[in-house]
């Protein structure tokens, strides 16, 4: 179930809802209208979602622990490699 945000969306205010306060809800359920402490008017704030886990490093050494190989570009054309195993210089000779 998704955390939802509110805050208090007029001049009377609690000091529940006077900064923000959050609520887990179902997807399905109705948003809040009145603060469940003073029964002021709330609003629904969005915020950034809060990711599960982390995504994984792209450093070169966790790059080159999986397997992978990484490039750089030098020059237009002219790329060298940074980790992992493939030719040293790769050039794009038209």
């Known amino acids: 179930m998704p955390i939802y945000t509110y805050k208090a969306s007029g001049p009377d205010h609690c000091r529940y809802c006077m900064n923000y306060f959050e609520r887990q809800q ?10 469940p402490e003073c029964g002021a008017p709330v609003r629904r704030v969005i915020t950034a979602p809060t990711l599960a886990r982390p995504a994984p490093s792209l ?11 990484q490039y750089r570009k030098l ?13 040293d210089i790769i050039r794009d000779d038209e």
């Open 26 to 35: 179902k997807l399905n359920a109705a948003r809040l209208t009145q603060c």
């Open 59 to 69: 450093s070169e050494k966790n790059i080159g622990d999986k397997g992978f190989t």
């Open 75 to 87: 020059e237009k054309g002219v790329y060298e490699k940074t980790i992992g195993k493939g030719p």
